[in-house]
């Protein structure tokens, strides 16, 4: 249910079970993974993560839950795939880029918000739904959004389950932006234009910020090679020839 077609520097992976609105099985996140993987051994500037059919994700496929209640290690093996799914999304090297359409439920934000950045179209909706089947979220996603919107608006997302369209979304910082058909692929095509390795420093640089860090010594090695580096060189030759 996973496309990924690799094209002008994009990497254009899609959750294609239009008839699901694109929720992903439980058997269907270990290939997700196996997808993201893919990209990351591409020579792709950046990840374009979209839905099929109208839907960006309705989240897990609620149809598994009933044998994950009654079987343990099937529900260990569920989360720790999923884990490994959204976390080889969120630990690309490369810029993601999340196009969210039509509804965007449970874990579907997860994916989503585990991009570098999200573009909706004006009929995105939003919802976290576990509370209204009784389950949690996991830890990971929670921490993610929490560092997203703030404690506050996470917890009025989580507790009341309640959907936002995507107006909302971009008011409380869960999108950057909100564009008509086409917008994500502008955002993707103006990444593709730079080079991979100075997406990656730039991408590393900004994860660190993040995460308190001020200064990096492996930053300040990449900074000095990317000076040093051809790419500059034949950048600023073609701009002389201007």
């Avoid at 989240?59 to 839950?65: H, I, K, R, T, V």
């Avoid at 630990?91 to 918000?113: K, N, R, S």
């Avoid at 995460?211 to 600023?236: H, N, P, S």
Wanted: contains cysteine; aromatic residues 4%.
């Amino acid at each position: 249910m996973f496309g990924l077609i690799l094209d002008g520097g994009i990497a254009r992976l899609t959750l294609d079970r239009p008839e699901a609105r694109n929720a992903i099985p439980a058997a269907g996140w270990a290939d997700l993974q196996d997808r993201i993987g893919e990209a990351a051994r591409s020579d792709a500037r950046v990840l374009l993560l979209t839905g099929a059919g109208g839907a960006f994700c309705a989240g897990a496929d609620l149809g598994d839950f009933p044998a994950l209640q009654r079987d343990e290690v099937a529900r260990t093996a569920f989360r720790c795939s999923m884990r490994g799914a959204i976390d080889a999304l969120h630990d690309l090297a490369i810029p993601t880029v999340a196009a969210v359409e039509g509804p965007c439920y449970g874990a579907g934000v997860a994916l989503a918000i585990a991009c570098d950045l999200r573009i909706a179209r004006p009929g995105a909706r939003f919802a976290i739904t576990p509370a209204k089947i009784g389950i949690a979220y996991p830890q990971e996603d929670i921490h993610r959004l929490v560092g997203l919107i703030g404690p506050g608006q996470a917890a009025r997302l989580l507790f009341t389950a309640e959907a936002i369209d995507a107006e909302e979304a971009a008011a409380i910082g869960l999108v950057e932006r909100v564009e008509p058909q086409g917008g994500a692929e502008t955002v993707a095509a103006a990444i593709a234009a730079h080079p991979r390795d100075s997406l990656a420093a730039l991408k590393r640089g900004i994860r660190l910020a993040a995460e308190g860090e001020r200064t990096d010594a492996e930053q300040d090695r990449r900074f000095d090679a990317l000076i040093a580096g051809d790419v500059l060189a034949e950048r600023l030759e073609a701009l002389r020839r201007k």
